[in-house]
């Protein structure tokens, strides 16, 4: 038997790894809801509503995984589908652009669709066709076990789904719950080269005012059905650091006019609530008090200008 000295020896010689995953799939499987659940805090945007993240988010897990250093650069994506418009198509190409750069491929389904088809759904089915051409290891991850009522259903769907394709692993999970991550960290690490891609302390590569747009941004999903969340862009216009408070400034953009009057609501009631939660999640993000100004502007038919939507999609990335 090894004595604790030897195993330790054992474990610090062993190289560590490092690589890209990329999260891909539908919308609104839970691929933002898994990123932070994997990193140990929300970096990425959720939404009950698909269509949610609009552009390729990285986040960096560096980790143990029974004892071994483990790097592992995640990197969220906006849903997989077939486009409705051309914001939909820009979201699509910038999805289909972060599969080439991962080393492997994290395929997220819904674990509640698979065990009503009993299979892959066809939908899901076009995203394995397109991974597969890609030459990586693709894990299938899926998602949302805990909907699963009943777990006896979930052994033959899985089974058929095994069938479907030469997976390098297939994991259960609840991005919710946080059931399945360390297993699924385990099975990644197995697929990664030897060596390490980043400095310690590295999580992200976008600067403090993207994830303040996107918090805003969150905010008014949270508060708006329909058609109105999919119009609606966020530009940071405004950045003064006072010391001890933070002055920002956000631009709220919407497709259509009608839309306008919804964000505001009744006496301007609808705003104040999503400016208030919004104020909330910046203050607990960048830990600082924030005097936080919105402000509502109607960019016409944006969803369907190719420049306009390329730019809006990447607003908070702007200096
Ligand atoms: N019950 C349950 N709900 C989940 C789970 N994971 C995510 N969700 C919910 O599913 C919804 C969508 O989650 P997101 O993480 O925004 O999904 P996404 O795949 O990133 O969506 P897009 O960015 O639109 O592609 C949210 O309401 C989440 O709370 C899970 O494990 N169980
Ligand atoms: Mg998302």
Redesign the pocket.
């Known amino acids: 038997m090894a004595t604790p000295r030897s195993s330790e020896k054992r474990r610090a010689a062993v190289p560590p790894r490092a690589g890209r995953c990329v999260i891909a799939?539908r919308?609104?499987?839970?691929?933002?809801?898994?990123l932070n659940a994997l990193l140990g805090q929300k970096l990425?945007i959720?939404?009950?509503?698909?269509?949610?993240?609009r552009s390729v988010l990285l986040g960096v897990l560096d980790t143990n995984v029974e004892g071994c250093r483990t790097q592992i650069a995640f990197l969220?994506t906006?849903?997989l589908e077939a486009p409705r418009s051309v914001l939909g198509r820009v979201l699509v190409e910038e999805a289909q652009g972060a599969l080439e750069q991962g080393d492997l491929l994290l395929l997220?389904v819904d674990a509640t669709s698979v065990v009503r088809k009993q299979g892959l759904p066809t939908e899901d089915e076009r995203i394995l066709a397109l991974a597969k051409t890609l030459g990586k290891p693709i894990v299938l991850g899926l998602?949302?076990?805990?909907?699963v009522k009943d777990k006896r259903q979930m052994l033959p769907a899985l089974e058929k789904v095994a069938a479907s394709h030469a997976w390098a692993a297939i994991v259960p999970?609840?991005?919710?719950?946080g059931v399945g991550l360390e297993g699924l960290v385990a099975e990644i690490r197995t697929l990664l080269p030897e060596g390490l891609l980043y400095e310690e302390d590295v999580l992200t590569d976008r600067p403090e005012r993207f994830f303040v747009a996107e918090r805003v941004r969150e905010a008014v999903l949270a508060h708006t059905r329909e058609e109105v969340p999919h119009g609606v862009a966020v530009q940071v216009d405004e950045w003064v650091d006072e010391g001890s408070l933070l002055r920002i400034g956000v631009t709220i953009i919407v497709a259509r006019d009608s839309h306008k009057g919804i964000l505001i609501g009744a006496r301007g009631s609808m705003l104040k609530q999503i400016g208030q939660d919004a104020r909330l999640a910046i203050e607990e993000l960048l830990e600082k008090k924030v005097f936080l100004r919105t402000f509502v502007k109607v960019m016409a038919g944006w969803t369907e200008d190719a420049e306009k939507v390329r730019r809006l999609t990447r607003e908070g990335d702007l200096p």
């Open positions: 799939g919308p609104n499987v839970g691929k933002s809801t898994l990425s959720v939404a009950s509503k698909p269509g949610t993240t969220d906006p849903g997220l998602n949302k076990v805990d909907k999970l609840s991005a919710l719950r």
